[in-house]
């Protein structure tokens, strides 16, 4: 499922874009943890990625 999911988002496929962030939320909510070394700034970071998600799927929307 997943490798399939790859390849539509390859071929600029917007639901599997979206899906493929949705399901790495976890491993980008620590990184940005990492990262951000604050936990506010971190979920600012996670709620930016959020507005990009929201965006996308508006995009493909249209």
């Known amino acids: 499922m ?3 999911l790859e390849q539509r ?3 600029g ?3 599997a874009i979206l899906s493929l962030i949705e399901m790495d ?4 909510y620590r ?4 990262y ?3 936990e506010q ?6 709620h930016f990625n959020g507005d990009i998600s ?5 995009v493909s929307n249209f």
């Open 9 to 11: 988002a390859i071929r």
């Open 54 to 58: 929201a965006a996308q799927q508006s």
């Open 25 to 28: 939320q976890d491993i980008l």
């Open 13 to 15: 496929d917007h639901k």
């Open 36 to 38: 951000m070394k604050n």
């Open 41 to 46: 700034d971190a979920m600012d970071v996670m």
């Open 31 to 34: 990184l940005a943890i990492t």
């Open 2 to 4: 997943i490798f399939e």
